[in-house]
């Protein structure tokens, strides 16, 4: 019932910066986390950062002096700001939202969005 849609994402010289937007939609009143993976060849998905609803959030902890999450509850998207790009930040950079809520209960349901590329060049 949720499907998350991401965007931003594309080539950069090592040193900048891009923004990554994934927006979610659906029949649901909340969702409790959402975050971002990425996923390198050859590698296997790791975890970003991550965000709950009331703003807690959880960071890689090699990425968190780089990297910002933030998440607009009202227009059901967050967002990464990724500065100070490196090549070894090239991957598939994936949504993930997980404890989909209605006005009355709230459901272990994840899903990912498709995914989008991030390529650094040096």
């Known amino acids: 019932q949720v499907q998350l849609v991401e965007s931003g994402g594309g080539l950069v010289q090592a040193g900048g910066s891009l923004r990554l937007s994934c927006a979610a939609s659906?029949?649901?009143?909340?969702?409790?986390?959402m975050g971002w993976y990425r996923q390198a060849p050859g590698k296997q998905r790791e975890l970003v950062a991550a965000?709950?609803?009331?703003?807690?959030?959880n960071y890689a902890a090699t990425l968190k002096d780089r990297f910002t999450i933030s998440r607009d509850n009202a227009k059901n998207t967050v967002y990464l700001q990724m500065n100070s790009l490196r090549p070894e930040d090239t991957a598939v950079y994936y949504c993930?939202?997980?404890?989909?809520?209605?006005?009355?209960?709230?459901?272990?349901?994840?899903?990912w969005g498709q995914g989008t590329q991030v390529t650094v060049s040096s």
């Open positions: 659906g029949t649901f009143y909340s969702i409790n986390a």
């Open positions: 993930h939202a997980e404890g989909i809520c209605s006005r009355s209960e709230c459901l272990e349901y994840a899903t």
């Open positions: 965000i709950t609803s009331g703003g807690s959030t």
